[in-house]
């Protein structure tokens, strides 16, 4: 996808899921803004763990009290969110796919990325996308009309 067609693709999001309107952190705006530019710019590391903190944030501001989540983990943000159980599924396996990224083993056996660059690319770009669609299906899950 080219920079323009992937803000064509947030642009469709934002018309789909949001319907009336959201109270959102500055601290979630300022993390879903940066998520956008990177997954724009083709940066779909970035804009995964980015958006991954966009919505650990949002979860904290919208569903948990900080003075007592604030050493909790995103697993149990997540857990303990009130939030459709497709939806902690898929926050799950964007979660799960973060981790194979940040929690990498043993960084010395990078031969298969070595191999194959096109076949990573291409799979951050389709978790990217669907990491963005997951952070606007949680910012827009509570809306006012």
């Known amino acids: 996808m080219s920079p323009e067609e ?3 693709y947030i642009n ?9 309107g959201v109270m959102l952190s500055e601290w979630s705006t300022f993390l879903i803004r940066d998520t956008d530019t990177a997954f724009c710019s083709g940066a779909s590391l970035a804009a995964i763990l980015v ?26 943000l997540i857990e ?10 898929n926050l799950h396996k964007l979660r799960k796919y973060r981790n194979k990224w940040i ?3 043993d960084p010395h056996e990078d031969d ?3 191999s194959k660059p096109e076949y990573y690319e291409s799979e951050l770009e389709v978790m990217a996308k669907f990491a963005v669609k997951v952070l606007r299906e949680v ?4 809306q006012y009309i």
């Open 6 to 8: 992937k803000q064509e």
């Open 12 to 20: 469709k999001l934002d018309e789909e899921l949001l319907i009336g």
């Open 51 to 76: 958006s991954q903190a966009a919505i650990e944030s949002h979860l904290r501001f919208e569903y948990s009290d900080a003075q007592k989540t604030g050493n909790v983990g995103f697993y149990n």
């Open 80 to 89: 303990n969110s009130p939030i459709p159980d497709e939806l902690k599924s």
């Open 103 to 105: 929690h990498v083993n």
């Open 112 to 114: 298969d990325l070595l």
């Open 139 to 142: 910012i827009y899950l509570e």
